[in-house]
């Protein structure tokens, strides 16, 4: 199981299921690729299980709520801000085989009708939202991690789960309302009561 350390936090002295152990992949995208790449390498696990927080997109998601995400895609990567941004599925030379496909989805190992967007940087206000959600309209929610561990995890072919506790809307910069403790503790059940059903 990988949270960032900023969400492991959150957890004190969590229980793991038998035969699992625990591994932080960083904050944000470049250092959850390169990390979860390094922790593949070495720890060599059956499967991996993402948890952590992510922002809500959708009123379908309940804030302090924890889900499994079907499927992870990537937005940010391209050219150009706000309405001039071309996603990089659209630039010449980005389907080489060589780049797996930087915006494409990837499907999970899961029954989930949800989405989940991986984001270089949070959403700062509802208008970014919106723009999002332009080019991404079946997502819910947006984290910064999940689709770097998705990447990592395809090339070293190995069965990945995403498990998100919604802490916040996203767009809302306002902590004071957000619910990282629930978030991430409801995330942490969800992951564990997964783990056990997935071994019988």
Not at 106 to 124: E, H, K, R, V
Request: hydrophobic share 40%.
């Amino acid at each position: 199981m990988i949270p960032t350390e900023l969400e492991m936090g959150q957890l004190a002295d969590p229980d793991l299921p038998d035969g699992s152990e625990l591994a932080l992949c960083g904050f944000g995208p470049i250092v959850a690729a390169a990390k979860t790449s390094e922790l593949l390498l070495k720890r060599r696990p059956d499967r991996v299980v993402l948890i952590g927080i992510a922002g809500s997109y959708s009123s379908e998601l309940a804030i302090g709520s924890a889900y499994i995400f079907d499927r992870v895609a990537c937005f940010g990567i391209g050219a150009g801000q706000g309405d001039d941004h071309i996603p990089a599925d659209q630039m010449v030379g980005s389907t080489h085989p060589e780049n797996c496909n930087p915006t494409g989805i990837i499907d999970l190992d899961s029954q989930s009708p949800f989405g989940l967007l991986t984001t270089c940087s949070a959403a700062g206000n509802e208008q970014e939202v919106a723009h999002r959600l332009e080019y991404n309209p079946d997502f819910h929610a947006e984290d910064m991690e999940g689709f770097a561990v998705a990447i990592a995890c395809q090339m070293a072919n190995v069965p990945l789960t995403i498990i998100r506790g919604i802490s916040n809307r996203a767009g809302d910069r306002d902590h004071a309302r957000w619910v990282i403790g629930g978030a991430m503790r409801a995330a942490w059940e969800l992951a564990v009561k997964h783990a056990g059903s997935s071994r019988e």
